[in-house]
């Protein structure tokens, strides 16, 4: 029986990874993507109140998850 010590150089891990970063980014995924909803449901006098229109908003919901 052979034993194969895993190392940076063969394993199925990227050099660099950082799952904290990983997690940190799905976060913040989440939390655009919350944001956006939330803008998507105000009422066209709170929008205008935050300078936005209806068309700004429906740009943003349209925009992808990750952008």
């Known amino acids: ?5 895993i190392t940076a150089q ?3 891990i990227p050099r660099g990874f950082s799952l904290t970063a990983v997690l940190k ?8 993507a919350r944001q ?3 803008l ?6 709170r929008l205008a109140d935050l300078g936005l229109s209806r ?3 429906r740009a ?3 925009k992808p998850f990750w952008g």
């Open 10 to 12: 063969n394993s199925a």
């Open 1 to 5: 029986m052979h034993h194969v010590a």
């Open 40 to 45: 998507g449901l105000l009422e066209d006098d």
């Open 60 to 62: 943003e919901l349209q």
């Open 55 to 57: 068309a700004d908003v």
């Open 25 to 32: 980014r799905a976060l913040s995924i989440v939390e655009v």
């Open 36 to 38: 956006r909803r939330a």
